[in-house]
């Protein structure tokens, strides 16, 4: 229908520069040729709500977090099976809303790219995706008011434009506790509101709360010499949640939205060990297109502090600053 509809406005575009050519000037010819060349230019490249530039790919998400996130055992699937569920349910009584927590450096955020590639062709670039970190967008709490005007309007405008839309909420231990109920009414079980339907788009929270939780209980299971991959999201979901609601400061600080479980995952994401970031030099390695080099794994990750103090089995940064170590051992 779309191929259809693209090439009947091709050829009405031909039919007219013919015409033009028969009674027009060569000036008008070429000015026209130029609009009509534009206008289709814009037709088939500009980013549309609709299935030619918004579509899931169950395999893709599959793979990608295979391949490209590594340590997060529980995270993964809980992550692949939520998305799932939602993306392919016709009828979801409520958005998707995930909050995804771990100290630093885990994968938060790249996990939150791989989603976002995974449904909109222009992943974090589409114009259906929102990032918003809280210290950018809402960095001073004598504006609390402002913001909750704008936040509620820029939602609505949003969605409004776009139902499938993706609002990621980064740095939530940052946010001004109470900004975040705001938005409790597009979270819950509502058929429209205000004419807009809020169902089909998905909220995702980032945040560092529950961080230590989850290490101190990845740090029981070795002590106790129990392998990793046995922790489960049972083990640590509760922690992270109660821990989220009292964290004073925090933006799901006694929020409405845990109390009232609107939150339906959250998702813990492990502290990275040693042999995890090793697996992240050579992934940014192979982004450059280099040969792995195991050598300058080995060295990039050896560099990195590790706590705890005694036991420096966690990377303190998780893999976050190994993009900008690599270049030190690449140009030496
Ligand atoms: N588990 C992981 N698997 C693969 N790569 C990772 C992982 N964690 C982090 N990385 C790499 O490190 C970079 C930084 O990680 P990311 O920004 O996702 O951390 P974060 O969890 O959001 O941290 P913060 O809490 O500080 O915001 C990513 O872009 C990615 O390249
Ligand atoms: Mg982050």
Redesign the pocket.
């Known amino acids: 229908m779309k191929l259809l509809s693209m090439c009947v406005r091709v050829c009405v575009l031909v039919l007219l520069s013919g015409i033009l050519r028969v009674h027009a000037n060569p000036f008008v010819v070429v000015g026209g040729l130029v609009a009509s060349g534009t206008a289709l230019y814009s037709y088939i490249y500009h980013e549309r709500c609709n299935s030619n530039w918004i579509g899931y790919n169950p395999k893709g998400l599959k793979d990608d977090l295979k391949q ?5 055992h529980i995270a993964a699937p809980v992550i692949f099976q939520s998305v799932t569920g939602f993306m392919s349910s016709t009828n979801s009584q409520k958005p998707l809303v995930l909050s ?1 927590n ?10 939150s ?1 791989i989603i976002a590639k995974n449904i909109y062709r222009k992943g974090m670039d589409s114009s259906f995706v929102h990032l918003l970190p809280a210290t950018k967008f809402f960095p001073h709490v004598e504006n609390l008011s402002q913001y909750k005007t704008w936040l509620q309007n820029f939602i609505e405008d949003n969605v409004r434009s776009c139902e499938r839309s993706l609002f990621i909420f ?2 939530m231990d940052k946010m001004h506790p109470g900004l975040i109920d705001i938005i409790k009414p597009y979270l819950d079980y509502h058929d429209h509101l205000g004419q807009i339907s809020f169902r089909n788009s998905i909220f995702i929270f ?1 945040s ?1 709360s529950g ?1 230590q939780e989850i290490a101190q209980t990845a740090l029981d299971f070795w002590n106790a010499g129990l392998d990793r991959q046995k922790i489960t999201l049972k083990d640590l979901e509760k922690s992270v949640s109660v821990s989220s609601f009292n964290n004073a400061g925090g933006g799901f600080y006694e929020t409405f939205l845990i109390e009232s479980g609107l939150v339906d995952v959250f998702v813990p ?1 492990l502290p ?1 060990e040693k042999h ?1 970031v090793k ?2 030099v050579l ?2 390695m192979a982004e450059r297109n280099l040969e792995p080099n195991l050598t300058v794994a080995e060295k990039v990750a050896e560099e990195l502090i590790y706590f705890p103090k005694h036991e420096k089995l966690f990377s303190s940064n ?3 600053t ?2 900008k170590r690599l270049p030190f051992h690449l140009f030496v």
């Open positions: 490209k996130l590594f340590g997060q995804l771990g100290v630093t450096g885990t994968g938060k955020n790249h996990i790219k980064d740095e980032l560092n961080g994401f990275l995890h697996q992240c992934a940014a998780g893999c976050k190994i993009e």
